[in-house]
Structure formats: C-alpha cells, structure tokens
C-alpha cells in the first residue's frame, strides 16, 4: 500500500529554515515525481517544488526560487525540502503529493494537483514575524 507521510513543520521566525521530509512506504521515490504543495487559509493549493526520480527533474515556483531547495535520499527513500529564509507568505499546510514514472522538466513546471495521485496530511508551516 502507497503511503507518504510528511513531518518537519513548525514555527519559524521569518528569515528562519526549516526543512521538511516526505517519507515513502510502498513504493520507491527512484520510480515517482514527488512535489511539495501548499495552501494558505482562503487559498488555493499550489505547487512549491517538485522532484523526478526518473530524470532527476526538478522545479521551483517563482516564489520560493533561491531560497527552497528540494531533494531525494533513495537509500532513506525520502524526499526533502530545505527552507530558507522563509517569509510570512511561506506560512501555510504542506503536502508531499507522488505519481509514479514522471519526469520534470525545469521550465514547465509541476503538474497541477489533479495529476498527483497520492497525498500525504500536510504539515503545518508557520513563519512569524
């Protein structure tokens, strides 16, 4: 059975890092896309960051580009997303999502939300001033 599970969230002071894991059982990440979601109360849910295990693909949303850095452990079978200088806009619920045999490519970005087929709870992110 796929399961994803995040963990890693807190509060931050802005200018502050956290990093965030997203766990797999199931299934290898060498085989998966896994992206990184997030959504802020009264918003839509958008795609932060994603990683191909097949190509190594990856890509960053505009506003995080520079200051997040996502990544793949295979042997822990676990994808990571480093955040650095976080802001107060970084603040919301994130969600690890997978699709299996992805690639990304850097320039187009990662699928909306409807193609990820499985979903972790999210983890809550809080960036306070």
């Known amino acids: 059975e796929v399961h994803i599970m995040e963990s890693g969230g807190g509060l931050v002071q802005a200018g502050g890092s956290l990093r965030l894991s997203c766990a797999a059982s199931?299934?290898?990440?060498?085989?998966?896309?896994i992206a990184w979601f997030r959504q802020a109360p009264r918003k839509e849910r958008e795609g932060v960051s994603c990683?191909?295990?097949?190509?190594?693909?990856?890509y960053y949303a505009d506003s995080v580009k520079g200051r997040f850095t996502i990544s793949s452990d295979n042997a822990k079978n676990t994808v990571y997303l480093q955040m650095n200088s976080l802001e107060l806009g970084d603040t919301a619920v994130y969600y690890c999502?997978?699709?299996?045999?992805?690639?990304?490519?850097?320039?187009?970005?990662?699928?909306?939300?409807?193609?990820?087929?499985?979903w972790g709870q999210g983890t809550q992110v809080t960036v306070s001033s």
């Open positions: 199931g299934f290898t990440v060498d085989e998966y896309a």
């Open positions: 999502a997978a699709v299996p045999y992805l690639t990304i490519d850097s320039n187009s970005g990662c699928p909306n939300a409807y193609n990820w087929n499985y």
């Open positions: 990683i191909s295990g097949i190509d190594g693909g990856t």
